[in-house]
């Protein structure tokens, strides 16, 4: 028993420092935490709406709710990566940055916003006229998204990864909070969960905001050459970021235009219990870029290769327990009017581990400075999706719009790595999983 409690100990130990560090390791074990955290929030928000909301107004809710995020990162230009990236390549220079990427913002906000306006009656033509307003009503949270990755990525650029991960649960617990007490006061309705999903942002917005002050002074003045280098990257990086970011936004978007309600309310649970899948892969991305910016190439082709290797492996594993488990985990959850959803989450499922590899692969581009060539291949990649996705849906429902999905992913995972060798001269990463990945592991957690 001694000896058991000892091992015990030995392990939290080893854990405890592991969360507390800031190497690349620490990063991702706290990122991996987090977003795990973050699932759990989201999956109990999921709960409470689809019970008592059901298919059609879960559907409703969920097409009134994704365009303030969908519209601030289309017109992103690149701009959280290009600053993650300007900010380590130039740390002399991080204030000036930073004020050039809060002006680069206030823009893209609201330009963004005024699209969204025009746009979405056009989107949503077959709901109802009170949810095309509402969802009008809602490009005001526009700039509470772009603010949001802005500041996050100050802070994985400052090697800050507590912080950042911070910034990504409190928005979800802040929404489940409000949601509780709609349901305790039986005020619950699409209109009412959607504010609930972005209201909480204007309070931990501000939070933000006072975090990044710790680190970065916002002084508007000569920022000219700042604004020209994150336009610069960001510009070539933009359809990276718009391939990998959107990619979910934009199954939700046309998933809304070509769905009815209740098809969309099956959709936007079986898309959300995949985040989970993506949790391992997007730790992985998260921490990749800002540990492997601006380094040799050797080196970052070697941290890419073994994040794409483990990060793949362990996504695997839970796609595999995952589909097993789906009749279960949707009829507890959900109820058994969801378990129609079956089918399509399965095959989300493995376009969700293909998307996170394509997306792993992709960092080694944008560390190294060289976006733009990837930006064309994984843009043409997307591009071929779409028709696939306007084709299969409406003679095939659901089911079609996942296999599009799957295709479409399949076809950028190829084009990544048709890259390596057309741009870096190189070839790419082995994907196959190895057991000197297996030590790799090992001996980073054994040193702690």
């Known amino acids: 028993m001694r000896n058991w409690g000892g091992r015990i100990a030995e392990v939290w130990q080893r854990g405890s420092r592991s969360l507390q560090g800031r190497d690349g390791t620490s990063a991702i074990l706290q990122t991996l935490l987090a977003r795990f955290l973050i699932i759990f929030l989201n999956v109990a928000t999921g709960t409470i709406t689809a019970r008592l909301l059901g298919p059609s107004g879960r559907g409703e809710q969920a097409a009134m709710a994704i365009w303030p995020q969908f519209f601030a990162y289309s017109l992103s230009f690149g701009l959280p990566s290009a600053l993650l990236y300007t900010l380590k390549k130039y740390p002399t220079e991080r204030s000036k940055s930073f004020s050039a990427a809060i002006l680069i913002g206030v823009i893209l906000s609201t330009i963004g916003a005024v699209i969204g306006i025009f746009t979405i009656p056009i989107l949503l ?36 990864f507590a912080i950042a991960n911070q910034m990504r649960y409190v928005f979800p617990l802040g929404t489940l909070v409000m949601l509780v007490g709609l349901a305790l006061l039986g005020k619950l309705t699409p209109f009412t969960a959607v504010i609930s999903y972005w209201l909480p942002g204007i309070p931990i917005l501000v939070w933000m905001i006072a975090c990044t002050r710790r680190f970065f002074t916002i002084r508007f003045e000569r920022v000219r050459r700042s604004t020209k280098r994150l336009l610069s990257y960001g510009l070539r990086a933009y359809g990276i970021d718009l391939v ?11 998933a809304v235009s070509l769905l009815v309600p209740a098809a969309m309310g099956l959709f936007a649970i079986a898309f959300s219990l995949c985040q989970l899948l993506y949790v391992v892969q997007s730790s992985f991305v998260t921490v990749l870029f ?19 290797r483990i990060g793949g492996f362990l996504a695997i594993v839970m796609a595999a327990f995952m589909m ?8 507890l959850l959900y109820g058994k009017e969801y378990l129609a959803a079956i089918p399509v989450f399965r095959v989300l499922a493995l376009e969700t581990v293909v998307s996170g590899t394509s997306v792993i692969l992709a960092q080694a581009f944008m ?17 071929l999706g779409i ?50 990945d297996i030590e790799f592991i090992r001996d980073k957690l054994y040193r702690r």
């Open 290 to 308: 800002p540990k492997a910016a601006a380094r040799p190439t050797e080196e970052v082709l070697q941290m890419t290769g073994r994040a794409a």
């Open 324 to 331: 097993i488990c789906a009749p279960l985990v949707l009829n």
């Open 125 to 160: 033509r077959k709901y109802s006229v009170d949810t095309i307003h509402f969802a009008q009503a809602l490009m005001l949270a526009v700039p509470i998204a772009m603010f949001t990755e802005i500041l996050r990525s100050s802070m994985e650029a400052s090697d800050e």
């Open 244 to 254: 990998s970011t959107l990619a979910g936004q934009l199954q939700q978007v046309l």
């Open 387 to 436: 028709p696939l996705i306007l084709w299969l849906t409406p003679s095939y429902g659901l089911l079609g719009l996942g296999l599009a999905l799957l295709c479409s992913a399949l076809i950028r995972l190829a084009s990544t790595l048709i890259c390596y060798p057309v741009v870096l001269k190189t070839a790419p990463p082995s994907l196959w999983f190895v057991p000197q």
């Open 367 to 383: 560390a190294l400075d060289r976006p733009g060539i990837v930006t064309v291949i994984q843009s043409l990649g997307l591009g």
